[in-house]
């Protein structure tokens, strides 16, 4: 599942929106593929209490020793370790598109939702661009390079088997149908155009090419500019879709 793409101090782009649109006095709140936890402790700073959810332990285990006061779980979207209407609000930030079974995590997150809750869900939207995505674009040149066979210099191969799962791309009426019966959807906004997936892929190569993530790194530039970007509404053209569900 993603991991946030912030700053301890800041938040861009859908982050920044989703976080607006949580509501004063919905704790606690869940944060679904919750990464490194960094989003988790803003939205226990406005919501008061948060619980971060993620399938990676190494993420998990930095969370947990920096940011004390939010509670992390292991678990992925499909199976969430929680009693029902155990949340005021559920936080689904980029993750919907890497989950296994995504019919399933929305069914999951609506049974751990409090009746009258909220689900705020943003995804990539299948919008004008959406073939530039970067995730989908770098492990597609990583996959053929693989078939090269290149040798490494101390035995073995380059990317020898590499496999990914395909970063999915959705339309609003396929949210729609998604959330079916469960949710009422109140709000709905698009953003990004062409640069959002330009400069995210400029990301994605610094990571796969560098030695540290760049969650640790100070690309303020690159996201202020893509958070422009994302401000700009081109609608069904739009690279990101964002909504605002509440719980019937």
């Not at 009258?116 to 390079?145: C, I, V």
Request: net charge neutral; with cysteine.
């Amino acid at each position: 599942m993603s991991t946030p793409v912030s700053f301890r101090e800041h938040l861009f782009d859908r982050y920044k929106l989703l976080f607006d649109w949580l509501p004063d006095g919905a704790a606690p709140v869940l944060d679904v593929g919750c990464g490194n936890g960094i989003y988790t402790q803003h939205l226990a700073r406005k919501g008061g209490a948060a619980v971060g959810v993620d399938h990676n332990q190494k993420n998990l285990a930095w969370a947990k020793t920096e940011f004390p006061h939010c509670e992390f779980v292991l678990s992925n979207g499909e199976e969430l370790p929680f009693a029902d209407a155990s949340f005021g609000a559920v936080m689904l930030t980029e993750v919907l598109e890497h989950t296994r079974d995504d019919r399933q995590t929305l069914r999951e997150i609506a049974r751990v939702c409090r009746p009258g809750g909220t689900l705020l869900l943003s995804t990539p939207h299948r919008g004008l661009f959406a073939g530039l995505d970067p995730d989908n674009a770098l492990n597609l040149f990583f996959q053929r390079l693989s078939k090269l066979r290149i040798p490494k210099p101390h035995g073995g191969r380059f990317y020898d088997g590499f496999t990914f799962d395909w970063h999915r791309h959705y339309s609003e009426l396929e949210l729609r149908d998604l959330l079916g019966d469960n949710w009422r959807v109140e709000e709905v906004t698009f953003g990004g155009f062409l640069l959002y997936p330009l400069l995210y892929g400029v990301e994605n190569v610094l990571d796969s090419f560098g030695s540290t993530r760049s969650y640790w790194k100070d690309y303020r530039l690159l996201r202020r500019v893509r958070g422009l970007d994302f401000n700009l509404n081109f609608r069904a053209w739009s690279y990101n879709i964002a909504l605002r569900c509440v719980r019937v």
